[in-house]
């Protein structure tokens, strides 16, 4: 504490606000120009087997391309795309997340991130040579995610280095400043996106890997990770790994085997097949099996499990919006950008002012512990994500949408304190596998959540307006429906918040 008293960050604390911030260029800049580039390549292949001369060059009429064959097929490419995206989290994000808590959460995060600089070459490469290589051959960029499991485990490992940085008291605080980064990012990325796609969508592009890259340059200049020193022991020391661990059982097992109250001079190694060794083995093993039998028999944390599971579809729907107003209002994908600036506003305004400000009164002032208060705001977040989707459904022109836009954003900060509350019953030992844990359901939600919608879209895409709004209508029920898992169990648990 300073001696305003004011919480002061650490360095490493300031590294995740960085990494943040470039995540959040990562994510949003390359929307709009990946939907481009991914259309000019359709509409180039399309064209050139039914009708050559409309081709100019590598050049074609933007109008030609509105199309709904090419609209439907622009819809499969980006709804698969993102479930092959999927599959290498739910294969590598425990993995990682568990390499992470033992070797280092920098280290593992250097690896994800490495994987996704990987992707995102092979996808430039597709892009780049549409008459040579189909647009879905995009889907084979996926294979490089195998590698540390992309920008959701990369996340999810930043969350728990700055989680490990700060206090249980002021961490929400220091999440909402972390999680404010990640929308200035935006803001300046999406801004950058909406000025340069119509020049050439690759510049943009390459500002996303640029920013990958001082990912590593940040992770390389971050503190080493202080709760993972102790850990790293060679796999030949594993019965001193056991003792440091095992210290107290230890000296309870020998007492139980030999009858003796206390042991004065408890031993300084251990045979691991004694029954010594044996016992505290099994009492190892035992505390692992109950800790996740706690976690699975916690009815607040699994409440929370839909919330992550249908956050994962907060950029979802506004990247549908994108090609939802593209074909309603005739607009272009660099002025459909500017919703993500909305968004970006929305958010910094919510997490770097408002909420900073206004919790810590509210908490004073009602005396509201801090993880009711957390509980609270997940439910809150999630009905504006509800209404806004309902709102965005159901706008009857073009004027309205912004409006929706901003209900519907001010709810994104329904994944921080959703993240926030099911850290009070994870350990800090356990909490980066945990986050990965968080993050291979974000991405089940991505993966079938997204293909889904993209699929739903694609097949209203040439029915009438009412109809294309069809994907905003189902996410308004799934956040509402989210929303309903914690406001009734947390009504059926009343004494949650006397419980630490």
Known sequence: ?????????????????????????????????????????????????????????????????????????????????????????LLIGIIIGRYGDRYGRKLAMTISISGVIASFTVVAV????????????VWLS??????????????????????????????SNVFYLVFSAFYVGELISSFIASLTTDISPWIPYASAVIALLLCLLVLTLMPTDSHVIAKRIPSQDIQSQLMEESNALLSESVSNLSGRGHVEDPPTSMDMGSPVGIAVTDSISSKKETRLLNVLSNSSLLAIIPAFLVCALRYTMLNILMQYCYIRFDWKFSRTALFFSEAAIVNILLFSLILPNAVPWIKKRYNIPAKVFDRLTAEIFLCLLSSGAFALGISPGWQFIPIAVLIYTSGFGSRVTSLSLASYWISEASRAEFYAGISVLENIGHGVGDTMMQNIFAAVADRTDRWLATPFFLAAMLYASSAACIIVTSRQNKTDSHVD
């Open 142 to 171: 996926s294979i490089c995610l195998l590698f540390g499991g992309g920008l959701y485990p990369a996340t999810s490992l930043m969350w728990a280095i700055a989680s490990q940085s700060v206090v249980e008291e002021h961490r």
């Open 1 to 89: 504490m300073s001696e305003n008293g004011h919480y002061m960050l650490s360095s490493t604390a300031y590294c995740c606000v960085a990494l943040h911030f470039l995540l959040g260029v990562v994510e949003n800049i390359p929307i709009a120009p990946l939907l481009v580039l991914y259309e000019r390549s359709i509409c180039l292949q399309y064209y050139l087997k039914h009708d050559p001369s409309a081709i100019h060059g590598t050049r074609i009429e933007h109008d030609l391309c509105k199309i709904s064959t090419i609209q439907k097929e622009l819809a499969v490419v980006k709804g698969w795309k993102s479930f092959f995206d999927t599959l290498p989290v």
């Open 126 to 137: 597709v892009c780049a040579f549409p008459f040579h290589i189909p647009t879905r051959y």
